[in-house]
């Protein structure tokens, strides 16, 4: 079964520093997500993209975050000067955009664990 | 604001056993799916069960089935027969299908512990 695949599973980084966190949606999958998990909380919606551009993000998406679909296949997050509070889960997800095909249904990466000390 | 809440922080049950975990939820949109997602300890988001709001049938999934209010806004999920392997967290969510693509709302999640 396709799924969602994510890069690094587990990384650490210093504060300050920028961070990058790949992710291979399903391959015939037209809406790409990112979302976030804070240790012991519930998950939360960052940002959704759709035909190379945002199509929409939370608050919790500043300035600090961006997205990029850099080729055919990758959809990547990026962190700038990453915080200690950006220490968190971060879900990559995709969708068809066919209510048909899929019902809506948002699959879900295993998940990239973000340390920051 | 579109809301779901997970009343019951922790459940448990016995091996082999029923168990309902509850969810109610909010929103204007007159169309919209419900979700169940299981996180193990792997904390990977698995996709459980899904129901569409127009549908009046509850869905079901071999041993995990739900059963949908619309007018009451509550979407509980069963699952029979528990094995070990249903241990997880469970978190409920809600996808409008007018609102924003992919925003789904996730409640605070329930722990399901299964005893042997």
């Known amino acids: 079964e396709p799924e969602v695949t994510q890069t690094p599973s587990h990384q650490v980084t210093q504060m300050g520093q920028e961070v990058i966190l790949r992710c291979v949606p399903i391959?015939?999958?037209?809406?790409f997500y990112w979302y976030r998990q804070i240790l012991g909380q519930k998950v939360e919606f960052l940002v959704s993209?759709?035909?190379?551009?945002?199509?929409?993000k939370s608050e919790i998406f500043d300035d600090q975050f961006s997205v990029e679909r850099p080729d055919g296949s990758n959809f990547t997050l990026k962190i700038r000067s990453t915080k200690l509070e950006d220490s968190a889960m971060y879900f990559c997800?995709?969708?068809?955009?066919?209510?048909?095909?899929?019902?809506?249904?948002?699959?879900f990466g295993e998940g990239s664990w973000l340390t920051v000390v | 604001a579109q809301t779901v809440t997970q009343s019951q922080p922790e459940m448990s049950v016995q091996e082999a056993e029923t168990v309902t975990l509850s969810c109610t939820y909010d929103?204007?949109?007159?169309?919209?799916?419900l979700f169940w997602y299981k996180q193990p300890p792997s904390r990977q988001m698995i996709l459980v069960i899904r129901?569409?709001?127009?549908?009046?049938q509850n869905a079901t999934e071999n041993r995990f089935s739900v059963n949908f209010q619309k007018a009451a806004k509550s979407f509980s999920l069963k699952i029979s027969d528990s094995q070990l392997g249903d241990a997880a967290m469970y978190f409920c969510?809600?996808?409008?299908?007018?609102?924003?693509?992919?925003?789904?709302?996730f409640g605070k999640g329930t722990k399901l512990s299964v005893k042997p």
């Open positions: 391959s015939n999958h037209l809406y």
């Open positions: 993209f759709y035909n190379n551009e945002i199509s929409e």
């Open positions: 929103t204007s949109e007159s169309d919209y799916y």
């Open positions: 969510g809600l996808n409008p299908v007018g609102g924003s693509q992919g925003n789904l709302i």
């Open positions: 129901q569409e709001a127009y549908k009046q």
């Open positions: 997800a995709s969708d068809s955009g066919s209510l048909i095909l899929s019902g809506n249904t948002i699959y």
